[in-house]
T-cell receptor, first 109, second 115 residues
Framework: KNEVEQSPQNLTAQEGEFITINCSYSVGISALHWLQQHPGGGIVSLFM???GKKKHGRLIATINIQEKHSSLHITASHPRDSAVYICAVSPQVADKLIFGTGTRLQVFP | EAGVVQSPRYKIIEKKQPVAFWCNPI?????LYWYRQNLGQGPELLIR????????DSQLPKDRFSAERLKGVDSTLKIQPAELGDSAVYLCASSSKRIFYNEQFFGPGTRLTVL
């Protein structure tokens, strides 16, 4: 079993829909990261959080430390949001990132 | 401020050929990471440097992969000889100990295709 699990693996949506991507992890962490990767592109950090909720534009990230679960929400989705969204955690006991396998999102006009 | 720079962006080689990737981290970042990302997977750490010292290379296939970071700044990752299974995106990232919670900044990656 992977230490970081994401769901769904693939997601398609119509423009304007509300989108939720989930991440569960099994290790103690100091922080959780949501990353975005466009086809052929590098990885961009969207959020880094250790508690509560963060919002940036149409993106919202939440984390529940007790339940070891985080969600990334996209409101009013747009075709330019199409990308792979990756959840990664910073374990408490190791100076590294553990990555999920990513969620491939496609938003159609 | 410039981000993490990688070159080349794309490389196509035949199997058994050597290949090298270059990374220039963000200025002042003492920690540098090389990752390999296979299609449909998350990145996997190959090696981590603290300045010029490789502090975690447990996942680096040392029979064919090598890396160096001679002056604690730029780094090179080499594969010799390349195999078909090495086709992947190779990502470089850097971070600073001054930044809490290990936020890493990623380069655009090098997409390697081995024929």
């Amino acid at each position: 079993k992977n230490e970081v699990e994401q769901s769904p693996q693939n997601l398609t949506a119509q423009e304007g829909e509300f989108i939720t991507i989930n991440c569960s992890y099994s290790v103690g962490i100091s922080a959780l990261h949501w990353l975005q990767q466009h086809p052929g592109g590098g990885i961009v950090s969207l959020f880094m959080l250790s508690s509560g909720k963060k919002k940036h534009g149409r993106l919202i990230a939440t984390i529940n430390i007790q339940e070891k679960h985080s969600s990334l929400h996209i409101t009013a989705s747009h075709p330019r949001d199409s990308a792979v969204y990756i959840c990664a955690v910073s374990p408490q006991v190791a100076d590294k990132l553990i990555f999920g396998t990513g969620t491939r999102l496609q938003v159609f006009p | 401020e410039a981000g993490v720079v990688q070159s080349p962006r794309y490389k196509i080689i035949e199997k058994k050929q050597p290949v090298a990737f270059w990374c220039n981290p963000i200025s002042g970042h003492n920690t540098l990471y090389w990752y390999r990302q296979n299609l449909g997977q998350g990145p996997e750490l190959l090696i981590r440097y603290e300045n010029e010292e490789a502090v975690d290379d447990s996942q680096l296939p040392k029979d064919r992969f090598s890396a160096e970071r001679l002056k604690g700044v730029d780094s090179t990752l080499k594969i010799q000889p390349a195999e078909l299974g090495d086709s992947a995106v190779y990502l470089c990232a850097s971070s600073s100990k001054r930044i809490f919670y290990n936020e890493q900044f990623f380069g655009p990656g090098t997409r390697l295709t081995v024929l």
